[in-house]
């Protein structure tokens, strides 16, 4: 309830904060969030969003996109366009972990996985502030930023 949201907020605004937390600091705080957090907290999942395809490190995109599976929605299309994204990610196991989480957010909301489109082939080079999940607000601005 209450608590959760506040620990929530007050781990969003840690995570956000400069100087930013190294890929160390950020897998714990990702770890935290995903078992506090209540899903559809909106400041948590934008975050998620940006650090699962904006971060330089593979053990930080892989972190947020396993906490994405606990915190957004059910049905959000932000996961599964990240998801499609962190697809033809540089990174093996982060591929592995982006078509799971397609998977299941998919067989969530009634769609087969077979059914999906062939994921975008988008360099992470490529990804720029314009290409920032989220609202493009403050909050979408300082997740990049950390990353």
Same mark, same amino acid.
């Given at each position: 309830g209450d608590f959760a949201r506040l620990a929530t907020d007050r781990l969003v605004r840690c995570m956000l904060h400069v100087p930013p937390l190294g890929a160390e600091g950020l897998n $714990? &705080?990702?770890s935290m969030l995903a078992e506090v957090a209540p899903r559809g907290h909106e400041s948590a999942v934008i975050v998620l969003l940006n650090l699962a395809a904006t971060n330089r490190d593979a053990s930080v995109r892989l972190a947020a996109l396993d906490a994405? !599976?606990?915190v957004a929605s059910i049905g959000d299309p932000r996961v599964?366009?990240?998801a499609l994204h962190c697809a $033809? =990610? !540089?990174d093996d196991v982060?591929?592995?972990a982006a078509l799971d989480l397609l !998977?299941?957010?998919c067989s969530q909301q009634g769609e087969e996985a077979e059914g999906l489109p062939a994921a975008p082939s988008v360099g992470r080079a490529a990804t720029t502030? =314009?290409?920032c999940v989220g609202d493009g607000g &403050? =909050?979408?601005d300082r997740a990049a930023a950390a990353s």
């Open positions: $714990t &705080a990702l994405l !599976e606990s599964r366009k990240v $033809t =990610d !540089e982060v591929c592995d !998977e299941r957010h502030g =314009d290409d &403050a =909050d979408g």
